[in-house]
């Protein structure tokens, strides 16, 4: 076992496994050579570096803190059992239990990383009233206890808090006894009698836990080799299970697969066959560590040839713990893209390693998730303080997955989405505020010219999903804008400032490092094209918010669509609507003339209202195209992202008309019902 104390004994060589492990044979039982077992020392040595391992001090004070969370559910639980009139016998015997699963569970924590928790109670202890609200309000009433957030209506509902600086993630589940025995087997199939579904999902994180511990070949190679690429997920950005990636179950049962798949390996090995073996893994085929049980206690079970809605999922990974799940049904089509491209990264980097032409340090270089799109979605989130900020912020978040799907749904997978499951922090900023980000891009392969993808709608919906929040309070606001790649935030980096921009014979190389790959969003798409003899606009002032507030009546918000090439920059003015009309070439995404285009066309590229946007606390579209020499960024020769947003002015909360106005050739002018934001794609 490594510690950050020192690196393991050297590692001797393992007889090959009798046993088979999981569904199908395994692909290779051939233990490692000498030269893998010195990889896998560098390895864990760069593990430990990096700093992923815990102190024994660390290490001892979070058993203290389970000690201590432990005897404040105990004390809970008598309490309650007084107060309903038990006996003094059941009031002694009353009795919870904890019980930890994640990373922790796993042995693959490490500093700072929260402890998730299950509490278990007797029957007569439920969750919606003695959970959420009695022992919510024990330890709000307690100093050692920061930043508790009851969600109630999750998924699987939790409780978040910090106990003694320990982040805790605290599930319930009441089971059908009287009585807790202090010996209680988790993975009992018999306490799944009588509970309901959250109780049953809230079970399964730790029987979901052990049986993965039971069902790999050797657990000390599968913590090392899943600690680092937990790792690798984080520096990729690719660990994030409420944005639509994988979160750690679902890591810590692909890495069990592979473990069976190759039982004699070691960590450097089975990382490298990790990327080898899910960069050719044939999605939606699932990933199982054993077979599906069924059982006569009637809970659904993961079957596509029994329930459609199985059918949708995109990279199923099933649960070994009855009832067998999906545990990765927030993967979109889009997250799915994003894994694939970088499994195919992982591998080819793995390759560099093992020809000895790269360091362990090369697989686990960050992601440049700012640098790889042209067109960003920003969701900026408010709230009047910063308790506020944490339940509004959960809220939002647990709902971006949301957003990919609508937009996935509605541009019928042609525009590709890319959350950033990072949040960022503007502290420049007076109110308490975080901000989430989107790469788009069109469908790479896809050659569909003049194409639009208008998403008004889509993000109208999603505001209104967001605005359902039943504990929304005054100050908590959501703002969705388009910001083009040069108009960043420099909260965004990390320096805050921007980095230079690669040179073009870098970008190249690296381009043709990664073809082997496919098309998509990964760094080898850095490089900049711009349309021959067109120079890209690098003035456009940054897009500002559009709020989720209603507009004063009889204001309306004036977008300018253009097919081609083109963009809408509104200022505010003193008279009536206003339009600025100048020549502009209109050039094809191959940097052409279009047939039947022979010169110019004219472009509206000023339109402003009377009255000030800014004034009324909305937000102003950027960019403009000036003569023939000014383009926006999107449209250009060669691009991998061959598109361009265009945004809204401002919101509309009076009755206006929907494609009307002028319509000229390639120009429309349309105005907008009560949009919160308004986003087109022109490909």
Same mark, same amino acid.
């Given at each position: ?50 700093? *992923? &391992?815990?102190?024994? !001090? ?8 389970? +000690?201590?969370?432990? =005897? /404040?559910? @105990? ?116 306490? *799944? &009698?009588?509970?309901? !579904? ?8 730790? +029987?979901?836990?052990? =049986? /993965?511990? @039971? ?469």
């Amino acid at each position: 076992m490594v510690s950050s104390e020192g690196l393991s004994a050297p590692l001797s060589l393992p007889q090959v496994a009798a046993r088979q492990y999981g569904v199908t044979k395994p692909i290779s039982t051939a233990g490692p050579t000498e030269v893998d077992i010195l990889r896998t020392l560098e390895l864990e040595k760069f593990l430990v570096d990096a700093g *992923l &391992y815990e102190t024994k !001090e660390g290490v001892a004070k979070r058993e203290e803190v389970l +000690r201590r969370i432990e =005897q /404040i559910v @105990k004390d809970w639980v008598k309490q309650l059992t007084r107060l309903r009139g038990y006996t003094d016998q059941m009031v002694e015997d009353a009795n919870a239990r904890i019980f930890t699963f994640g990373s922790y569970r796993l042995g693959v924590h490490g500093p700072g990383a929260d402890i998730d928790t299950l509490c278990v109670g007797p029957s007569y202890v439920n969750r919606e009233e003695d959970f959420f609200f009695v022992l919510h309000n024990i330890l709000a009433e307690m100093e050692e206890v920061t930043e508790l957030q009851p969600v109630p209506d999750a998924h699987v509902p939790v409780m978040k808090f910090k106990f003694d600086g320990i982040s805790i993630d605290l599930l319930y589940a009441s089971i059908s006894l009287l009585v807790v025995p202090e010996d209680l087997d988790i993975s009992d199939v018999s306490l *799944l &009698y009588n509970i309901d !579904e959250p109780t049953v999902r809230s079970l399964n994180g730790c +029987r979901v836990a052990d =049986q /993965i511990l @039971k069902l790999v070949p050797n657990v000390e190679h599968f913590c090392t080799t899943l600690r680092c690429l937990k790792f690798w997920a984080k520096r990729r950005g690719v660990y994030s299970n409420v944005t639509g990636f994988l979160g750690g179950v679902n890591w810590a049962l692909l890495v069990a697969r592979v473990c069976q798949l190759y039982p004699n390996a070691v960590p450097s090995m089975l990382v490298s066959r990790f990327f080898r073996v899910y960069t050719q893994w044939r999605w939606p085929n699932p990933v199982m560590l054993c077979p599906i049980e069924e059982d006569e206690l009637g809970f659904s079970v993961w079957d596509p040839r029994r329930y459609p809605r199985d059918r949708t999922h995109h990279m199923p990974i099933i649960t070994p713990a009855y009832p067998c799940m999906n545990s990765s049904y927030n993967v979109s089509q889009s997250t799915l893209r994003v894994m694939v491209e970088q499994f195919c990264y992982g591998n080819k980097t793995c390759e560099e390693v093992e020809l000895n032409r790269a360091q362990w340090c090369a697989l686990f270089e960050p992601y440049m998730f700012f640098e790889s799109y042209k067109n960003y979605l920003q969701v900026d989130i408010i709230a009047a303080d910063v308790d506020d900020l944490r339940a509004w912020k959960g809220w939002v978040e647990s709902r971006l997955r949301q957003l990919t799907l609508m937009i996935e749904r509605d541009t019928l997978g042609m525009l590709q989405c890319h959350p950033c499951p990072h949040e960022y922090v503007d502290t420049n900023k007076e109110c308490a505020h975080c901000a989430f980000f989107m790469g788009l891009q069109r469908k790479q392969g896809e050659k569909v010219q003049g194409q639009q993808f208008d998403i008004r709608g889509t993000v109208d919906g999603f505001r209104h999903s967001i605005n359902m929040y039943m504990f929304w309070k005054p100050g908590m606001e959501i703002h969705v804008s388009h910001v083009r790649r040069r108009q960043l935030p420099p909260y965004v980096y990390p320096d805050g400032c921007k980095r230079p921009r690669q040179s073009r014979v870098m970008v190249q190389q690296q381009a043709d490092d990664g073809e082997a790959c496919g098309s998509g969003s990964s760094e080898r798409h850095l490089k900049r094209k711009d349309l021959d003899g067109v120079e890209v606009n690098q003035d456009t002032p940054p897009q500002k918010w559009q709020s989720t507030s209603p507009l004063p009546h009889g204001s309306v918000s004036p977008v300018i669509i253009n097919h081609k090439a083109g963009s809408a920059s509104p200022e505010p003015s003193d008279k009536g609507f206003s339009m600025e009309v100048v020549e502009s070439n209109k050039i094809t995404l191959s940097g052409e003339m279009e047939p039947g285009y022979a010169s110019n066309s004219s472009t509206i590229t000023n339109v402003s209202s009377k009255g000030s946007c800014d004034d009324a606390g909305f937000g102003s579209v950027a960019g403009s195209c000036e003569g023939n020499t000014r383009s926006v960024e999107g449209s250009s020769v060669g691009s991998n992202n061959p598109g361009y947003l265009l945004g809204d002015v401002c919101e509309a909360d009076s009755e206006a008309l929907l494609d009307s106005g002028c319509v000229n050739g390639n120009l429309r002018l349309v105005y907008l019902y009560a949009s919160p934001f308004a986003v087109v794609i022109t490909g």
